[in-house]
Structure formats: structure tokens, C-alpha cells
């Protein structure tokens, strides 16, 4: 005898018995907790009384038929816990008034062929909708949990950001930091660029010293004391090399060339020079100029698609209308519940037409598949209250996919808050760090630079020894150079 058979299976399970309401579908509650469902009998004569008992007619098939445990007795069970039927055990409870007829067909007259369409059609739509809620769902869950560990990762860099700006007064007070040798020689932002940070806004006094080294000097000059000499210096030329589109390998700084065209009127001085008694006005363009138009567009056109979700929030199609006659119809949601939204379904009612291919075309419809399993008004019956039922969970499903996106809205709005005062805290510390590094620090960071010797310069000794990788150094720089670089660094 077939054991208990409840697979997740994508159609709807009903019970054979032709008076029984009891269903299951894996994507609804069961009709009934406790209820189990059978298959019928391998041997063909325990099949046909089961047949007989059920109602149904004897060339009814059996394949994917079940009948639930409310028609068996106890004692038809093997081991007392309605999991296994005795070979012999035949249904006879709960049988109904349609005990004993033979054919399903003489009692019941099947329904209009349209009222099977709409329900089987809708049953269809809802199915595919429900299933795309349950996958949109998970997506969402997924980038809230991911926000509320980057929330929870800037909370604990913030908590510890505000300990160790605490400690640095402290510091000052027990005397460590007698004398600010680093920011003789440095900017800020330059002593960012030795702290280690990657990301350094340079100032246009940064900007200013920049292009008037590598105005009165040249670009080996610059690049020897930015690159070898590690000198925290702005890249200049990245800046123009970047805005004309190109990659830097393929650009070559020394001879490239940018016309006019591509400076604004900012970008320009006017210099007043007299020549032969004329006065002449000069339009010079400015040191920090940076080209910025008719330039080639760098950044990325990003095509935000409407969410069709989004725009209907209280409307779910389920199928274009093409013919005239659309029905739609509203169903309100239950009171009691979140919201008391509108749910709005369009339906297609097709029209029938006189010609032979619509002829054709229905008896088609008719003989599908699709249809075949809906032969009593029962069964209809049966089906429109699953719809029913998957109607109301689509509702639901739409109402919490709402609240997660409003969930995910806010929480990336308060890790973007959070960020923001992550950043002016980072920046609140390297300035106190700036301002609070111990004397032997201060040294630390000026070696990444500068030499022993000069290092010394900085502290104020007057009588100096330099080394001989200190002259080769000079030599360098004034080689590289001309002696207005020089003597200006």
C-alpha cells in the first residue's frame, strides 16, 4: 500500500473524494493540519473500490490521485500514527451523499468552459506573481543586513576615533611636544601625505607652491623630488592629462599640448606690459588653471529604469489588455490589516467571434491540457478559493516588499550620515595628531624625507656635516634644475 505522499509539487493536490474540500499546495497553508493524502492502490480491484468509494468514475485516473486520511478509520492504519495504510484499507468515512454513484458526470454538470479559462488563467498569474515577490524579497534582506554591518563597523571606527583624539591633551600637558619641527618645511595636507592617508585634498596654497616649483624648474626636476626623494607633492599633470581623456601612458607631458579653448575666463590674468610707448594688456593663463571645457565626457551615463513596482505601487497587472472589453475588478483587503490598499486585477474576457479560426481556436482551448484537470463545480469551486487565498498572500507580499524598501532607504541614509561623521572625525584626528606628534615622532616622519643632516637644520643647529649622498642629492636637484629652483626649494 502507498505510503504518505506530500512532495512540494507545483499543481494543486485536491482529494479524490468528490464531497471532500480538503487540498494542499506548497505555497498555501494545508486546508487542514493533520490531514495526509494517499495514492491509490497498485492492484487494479482494491483501485476500482476506492474508485467507487471516492465517487468518481471507473476510467478516472489514478496516477497523480490521492485521497486524505479523513476517510480512513483507525484501524486501517499499520502502526497507529496515519503515516502507512494497510494493504486491504478502503476509505468509508467522511464519504458524503456521493457514496455509492458511479459516475462523477451523472451528478455534477461541469462548469462553463470560460469560468474554467478565468480561474485556471488567474491561478497561473497569481503563482508567477507570488513566486517573483518571494525572490524580490531576499535581495533586500540581503543589502539590509549588509548596511546594518557597515553601520555597526563605523560606529566602532567612530568610538574609536573619539579615544584616541581623548588622549591627545594629555599629551601636551606631560610636555612631549616641545618644538613643531615638521610643519616648518610642511603643509598640512603634506603631513597628512606622511601620516599614511591616501586620499589628500591638497589647498591652493599646496596647489600655488606646486606650479611655481615646477614653473621654475621642469618636470624631471619635479618628478626627482616628488618620486625619489618622496616629497609629498600634488600631481600637477595628472590633472590635465586626466581632463583631456586620455590614459597617462599614452600621453607624453613634455611636448603635449591644450589650446585655449578648453580654459574659462577664470583661468586667466591680464598682465599690463608697455611696448613703445603702447600700452599693451596681456592675457596670461593663470598657474593652477585647470582645463574644464568642451571636454570629452569621463563620467559614466547611468540610465535609471523605473521600477514599474514603484510607479504602481497600488496596481499589479497581470496581462495587456488587446481586445475592448477589459473587466476589472477590486478586491479589498482585509480589514485589520496594514494597509487598506486597493488591489487591482485586469482580466482579459475574450469576445467570441462567428469566423472559423475563432471557432477553432477555442475548441482548441478546450481540449488543453491546461483545462482537463476542472471537470465539477467542486473542483472550480476549489480552485477559485486557492486564487482567492493567493490573492490575499501576493497583497501581503507586496505590502512587506514596500516595508523593506522603505527599511533599506533609511538605513542607507543613516550610514551615509554615519559616514560623513566618520570622515570629519578622521580629519579632527589628524589634525590633533598633527598638532600633538612628540618631538621624536616629528623626526620619524621628516627622515621619509630628509636626511640626518638636514634634519638637524630644522632643529635649529647652525654647524652642519653633510654626507656625501647629501651632496649628491644637491647636485642632483641643481642639475635637474637651474639655480632660481634651486636656492627657491
Excluded at 638636514?454 to 649628491?472: E, H, R
Aim: proline letters at 5%.
Amino acid at each position: 500500500m502507498a505510503q504518505n505522499d506530500t512532495p512540494e509539487l507545483s499543481h494543486l493536490i485536491k482529494c479524490t473524494v468528490i464531497s471532500c474540500p480538503n487540498h494542499f499546495h506548497k505555497d498555501l497553508p494545508p486546508s487542514k493540519d493533520d490531514c495526509l493524502f494517499f495514492s491509490f492502490p497498485p492492484d487494479e480491484s482494491t483501485a476500482t473500490v476506492w474508485k467507487e468509494k471516492c465517487g468518481v468514475s471507473a476510467g478516472h485516473p489514478t496516477t497523480t490521485a490521492k485521497v486524505c486520511s479523513d476517510h480512513f478509520k483507525p484501524a486501517d492504519y499499520t502502526d497507529g500514527s496515519k503515516t502507512l495504510l494497510k494493504p486491504d484499507a478502503i476509505p468509508k468515512d467522511n464519504l458524503g451523499w456521493m457514496v455509492g454513484m458511479p459516475e462523477v458526470k451523472l451528478l455534477s454538470k461541469r462548469p462553463k468552459f470560460d469560468l474554467i479559462k478565468d480561474a485556471v488563467d488567474t491561478n497561473e498569474r497569481l503563482t508567477q506573481r507570488f513566486d517573483k515577490l518571494i525572490k524580490e524579497q531576499k535581495p533586500l534582506k540581503d543589502k539590509i543586513e549588509l548596511y546594518k554591518k557597515k553601520i555597526e563597523n563605523v560606529d566602532n571606527e567612530v568610538f574609536r576615533l573619539k579615544n584616541m583624539i581623548a588622549k591627545f591633551p594629555a599629551r601636551r600637558k606631560n610636555g612631549a611636544v616641545t618644538v613643531n619641527l615638521i610643519s616648518k618645511v610642511f603643509s598640512p595636507a603634506q603631513i597628512n601625505m606622511l601620516l599614511g592617508k591616501k586620499k589628500v585634498v591638497w589647498s591652493y596654497d599646496d596647489m600655488a607652491m606646486a606650479f611655481t616649483l615646477r614653473h621654475i624648474g621642469n618636470r624631471e626636476c619635479y618628478l626627482y623630488l616628488k618620486d625619489t626623494l618622496n616629497v609629498p607633492l600634488p600631481a600637477l599633470a595628472a590633472q590635465w592629462i586626466d581632463a583631456c581623456g586620455w590614459p597617462p601612458d599614452q600621453m607624453d607631458p613634455n611636448i603635449a599640448r591644450i589650446c585655449s579653448e578648453h580654459f574659462d575666463d577664470t583661468s586667466y590674468t591680464t598682465e599690463i606690459k608697455v611696448i613703445d610707448y603702447i600700452t599693451c594688456y596681456t592675457k596670461v593663463l593663470k598657474y593652477d588653471a585647470v582645463p574644464t571645457l568642451f571636454l570629452p565626457s569621463t563620467t559614466p551615463i547611468v540610465i535609471k529604469q523605473t521600477d514599474p513596482q514603484e510607479e504602481l505601487r497600488e496596481m499589479i497587472v497581470f496581462a495587456v489588455p488587446t481586445e475592448n472589453n477589459v473587466a476589472v475588478q477590486h478586491v479589498e483587503m482585509q480589514e485589520g490589516g496594514d494597509n487598506n490598499k486597493e488591489y487591482i486585477e485586469l482580466q482579459v474576457h475574450h469576445l467570441s467571434s462567428g469566423n472559423d479560426e475563432s471557432e477553432a481556436t477555442r475548441e482548441s482551448e478546450q481540449n488543453s491540457a491546461r483545462y482537463k484537470h476542472i471537470q465539477t463545480k467542486e473542483e472550480l469551486s476549489t480552485l477559485e478559493n486557492c486564487n482567492k487565498a493567493i490573492r490575499e498572500k501576493v497583497m501581503k507580499l507586496e505590502s512587506n516588499l514596500k516595508r523593506l524598501k522603505e527599511a533599506l532607504a533609511k538605513q542607507m541614509e543613516t550610514y551615509k550620515k554615519k559616514d560623513v561623521e566618520l570622515s570629519n572625525l578622521h580629519l579632527e584626528y589628524l589634525r590633533s595628531k598633527r598638532s600633538f606628534l612628540s618631538l621624536h615622532e616629528q623626526k620619524m616622519l621628516l627622515s621619509k624625507v630628509f636626511s640626518e643632516s638636514q634634519i638637524k637644520i630644522l632643529s635649529g643647529k647652525k654647524k652642519i656635516y653633510w654626507s656625501n649622498d647629501d651632496m649628491a642629492v644637491g647636485y642632483t636637484i641643481r642639475h635637474l634644475s637651474n639655480k632660481r629652483c634651486y636656492i627657491g626649494g
